[in-house]
């Protein structure tokens, strides 16, 4: 069993950057991929960046590569969403999400356990 809490939401301008944390709980959290996901108003949810279980691979949809950087404190089982250079359109709920094969999926099925999101609001 792994538990997941999001923070680090929050209102900022456009140009700005947040840190998200998912702060876990349970032994084996460290075999799992992490995934980050976000669902904007009115839309769907979807793939932000995984980082695999070995935490050497790490994966970006295309709307956020060179802004955003996943990364992880062992010591702190804690994994982070560092975002930089926030646009409107980065307003969603983000979640992160455990998924225990490793590989650090794109796909929203493939994750196991999430956390209750932490909302992201980018003012222009």
């Known amino acids: 069993q792994v538990q997941l809490v999001e923070s680090g939401g929050g209102l900022v301008q456009a140009g700005g950057s947040l840190r998200l944390s998912c702060a876990a709980s349970?032994?084996?959290?460290?075999?799992?991929?992490v995934g980050w996901f976000r669902q904007p108003p009115g839309k769907e949810q979807e793939f932000v960046a995984s980082?695999?279980?070995?935490?050497?691979?790490?994966y970006y949809a295309d709307s956020v590569k060179g802004r955003f950087t996943i990364s992880e404190d062992n010591a702190k089982n804690t994994v982070y969403l560092q975002m930089n250079s926030l646009k409107p359109e980065d307003t969603a709920v983000y979640y992160c999400?455990?998924?225990?094969?490793?590989?650090?999926?794109?796909?929203?099925?493939?994750?196991?356990?999430w956390g209750q999101g932490t909302q992201v609001t980018v003012s222009s």
């Open positions: 999400a455990a998924e225990r094969s490793g590989i650090g999926s794109r796909r929203v099925n493939e994750y196991d356990y």
């Open positions: 980082i695999s279980w070995s935490r050497y691979n790490t």
């Open positions: 349970g032994r084996t959290f460290s075999r799992y991929a």
